[in-house]
């Protein structure tokens, strides 16, 4: 098991206290995950992990606590990164993690939620200690050896903490004689440079993936944001973060409203009606404008409001500011859908459930992902559909790769599935091929 188990047998290059392969075996067990890249041709991605502000932890507490909470949040480590990952214990509260082929919004993903999972709240001497971490994450080139590979990803978590902590920051290769915080700059600056154009030109696009029922008819579509700068895909999260940061999010986010919605339209009109669901960022729904937007988006593609359904995490939700209850409110009542987005992944705090304006649940993948194997999370899954259904929610299992996992969701009664097994995301025109296809059936 390439995390370890921390069982009395334990090798002498394991570290006791989470599992994780020891520093000093770093080089050797780099070296070899090289050899076997290099042999089937395949990539590695490098992650630095740093614990935000664990001083204060053993500090306050003493380091018999401070090593269970370790304890816990490398448990967690593992159970995000899975079988294929190696695992080491870089420091009292630094982690590494290699990971052979992985593509680039793959391994920006495990990343989100390595910091999901982290941030999850542990109790410690009666108060709530919140954990967070700051990761670096890169990529092997042809001239790194392993310890040029895992400085890079060490300075691209030292990155990640500048730019404030519990965030993961990417370096994809690195321009000689630059400093990783002007490079990172820069990469922010070229990121926006590219939204303001995309955003003049049109050349940003948006994706679409099925939500799928068990008969086999679409539950509705969700749109993704799609961008390449300097001939490389960015993550949507990564474009969401730079537009935050520069105020540009008003726009995109008006913007992705606005093409959701056409699309949504010009499907209906080819006799091909279903409801697109767009992914809102929490600055978004913080605008007191959000409303006269979807407003406007409604009216100017001449679309019933059910036609649209939001996606938010569930943090939103729970939002207490007025400004986004009012929209979340406001949205409702027309009869925009409300969905809850990446449950399982932060607090999924049942009792919030009860009192959401939300239509529908939408389990993350890292769960999903643990089926059909785990029946701890089968039957979370099923008991919390059930829950769900009796609150009048839809719910949906996102990241269904397998025939087994779509069999496990489907045995938990879920009520419609997404993932790569039905469809991966798809341009407009692959999207209405795909639904006419499927009619035809
Ligand atoms: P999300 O809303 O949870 O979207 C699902 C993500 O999972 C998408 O990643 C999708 O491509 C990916 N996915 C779907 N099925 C599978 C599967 O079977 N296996 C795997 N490995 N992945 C699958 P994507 O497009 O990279 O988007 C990542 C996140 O970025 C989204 O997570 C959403 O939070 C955010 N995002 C995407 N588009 C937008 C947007 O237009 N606006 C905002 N604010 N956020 C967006
Ligand atoms: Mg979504
Ligand atoms: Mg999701």
New binding site residues.
Partial sequence: MPGGTANGAQPATRDPTTGFHLRSSGQRLLARLFAVADQAQASLCAMWLDLDRFRQVNDSFGFAEADAVIARIAGRIRSVAGDRATLLRMGSDEFALLLPVVET??A??IA?RLLAVVDQPILLGGILFRPSVSIGLTWRHAADDPLSLLARADRAMGEAKRQGGNRFFVVAAEPPGATSAAWSARRDLEIESVLQASLATGDLE??Y?PIIRPDGSIEAV?????CTVGGQQV???Q??AVAEKTGL?VR??EW?LLQ?ARCAARLRAQGCPTKIA????RL?LCSASFLSVLHAALICARLPPDAIEL?L?ESLFVDASPVVQANLRGAHEVGVGLAI??FGTGYSSLANLKDLPATKL?F??AFINELPDDRRAFAILSAITRLAGELGMVVVA????TAAQLAACEAARVDAT????HA??MCEEELSHWMETRKAR
């Fill in positions: 919004p793959d920006e993903r989100g948006l994706h993936q969700e749109a993704l944001m799609r993550s949507p999260l474009l969401v999010i995109l986010g992705i959701g767009i992914n809102i960022s978004q996606e995490t987005d990446d939408k993350d993948r996102e990241g269904v790769e997404q993932g790569f097994l991966k995301p």
